[in-house]
Antibody, heavy 125, light 110 residues
Framework: QMQLQESGPGLVQPSQTLSLTCTVSGGSISRTDYYWSWIRQSPGKGLEWIGYIFYNGNAYYTPSLKSRATISIDTSKSQFSLWLTSLTAADTAVYYC?????????????????WGQGTLVTVSS | QSALTQPRSVSGSPGQSVTISCTGTSSDVGGHNYVSWYQQYPGKAPKLLIFDVTERPSGVPDRFSGSKSGNTASLTISGLQADDEADYYCSSYTGWYAYVFGTGTEVTVL
């Protein structure tokens, strides 16, 4: 059974860049049947998919965050990471990493089966 | 990509059935049979209940079922139980390696 764990700062200043890492255990991050996602949830609000990455480094993003988000992968460390630039208070959220199976398809379609516990990031000076 | 539309809340008595709708467009819900449903308790990560409109992962009770008609998908919870009280989210593939979540629905067991 796969386990995912987010790590990163809990507090970031406005206009700065957020860097979060997700460590995957109990399964290979290099497996070809999974994408690896970042999803966030603002306090009291709904879920928002940020983007996902394949083991080969191909990454895809939601249009609204595409200009500010970068997802990378380090298979040697079994980790994938999220960078989000030009932070504002609106980026305050619980950030989750999750595994997204392809289920035999070319793309992952948003049926995330394993999730990290989430990490709260507050953007404030 | 706009969030899919869900009712803010639904409620039912123990043993009853409740249905949650998830309305999108022909570009997402209506255009792909890739709708998922998640259950989320306060302070916890979401849990996958349904994928590919109707499929249940191993371990999910068959009280949870999914369907779709046109641009609207639905999750039905039969035999409502106290621990079904949670938030529920749908998601849909939108094509071009992207997907979107619904606005979320709070289920209350009366």
């Amino acid at each position: 059974q796969m386990q995912l764990q987010e790590s990163g700062p809990g507090l970031v200043q406005p206009s700065q860049t957020l860097s979060l890492t997700c460590t995957v255990s109990g399964g290979s991050i290099s497996r070809t049947d999974y994408y690896w996602s970042w999803i966030r949830q603002s306090p009291g609000k709904g879920l928002e998919w940020i983007g996902y990455i394949f083991y080969n480094g191909n990454a895809y993003y939601t249009p609204s965050l595409k200009s500010r988000a970068t997802i990378s992968i380090d298979t040697s460390k079994s980790q994938f990471s999220l960078w989000l630039t030009s932070l504002t208070a609106a980026d305050t959220a619980v950030y989750y990493c999750a595994s997204d199976p392809r289920r035999g398809r070319t793309a992952a379609v948003g049926s995330s089966d394993y999730w990290g516990q989430g990490t709260l990031v507050t953007v404030s000076s | 990509q706009s969030a899919l539309t869900q009712p803010r809340s639904v409620s039912g008595s123990p043993g009853q059935s409740v249905t949650i709708s998830c309305t999108g467009t022909s570009s997402d819900v209506g255009g792909h049979n890739y709708v998922s449903w998640y259950q989320q308790y306060p302070g916890k990560a979401p849990k996958l209940l349904i994928f590919d409109v109707t499929e249940r992962p191993s371990g999910v009770p068959d009280r949870f079922s999914g369907s779709k008609s046109g641009n609207t998908a639905s999750l039905t919870i039969s035999g409502l139980q106290a621990d079904d009280e949670a938030d529920y989210y749908c998601s849909s593939y939108t094509g071009w390696y992207a997907y979107v979540f619904g606005t979320g629905t709070e289920v209350t067991v009366l």
